[in-house]
């Protein structure tokens, strides 16, 4: 506050040390803005890379899932073959 108050009674003209005030805090506005924008993105980006591994790991189980039958239909006849 005593910046503000020196500033303002000083040589420079208060229209100027507003307009250079308000300035600042847009020009901080648009930082925080594209920081944020930044930010989200780099989030979605994790959401979109966590959703792309879900679905290649439910793939592989699903895989997994048929050899598995196909391995258990196998076993199950040949164990059936041999009572014969």
Not at 9 to 19: E, L
Not at 61 to 84: F, P, V
Request: proline share 0%; hydrophobic share 35%.
């Amino acid at each position: 506050m005593k910046y503000v108050v020196a500033r303002l009674a000083g040589t420079d003209d208060i229209h100027s040390f507003i307009s250079q005030y308000y300035g600042d805090i847009e020009r901080y506005n648009k930082l925080l803005e594209r920081k944020s924008n930044v930010t989200e993105y780099h989030v979605d980006k994790v959401i979109r890379s966590v959703g792309v591994a879900l679905a290649d790991n439910k793939l592989r189980l699903q895989e997994l899932e048929k050899r598995i039958q196909e391995l258990e239909a196998t076993i199950g006849g040949n164990a059936h073959d041999r009572s014969k």
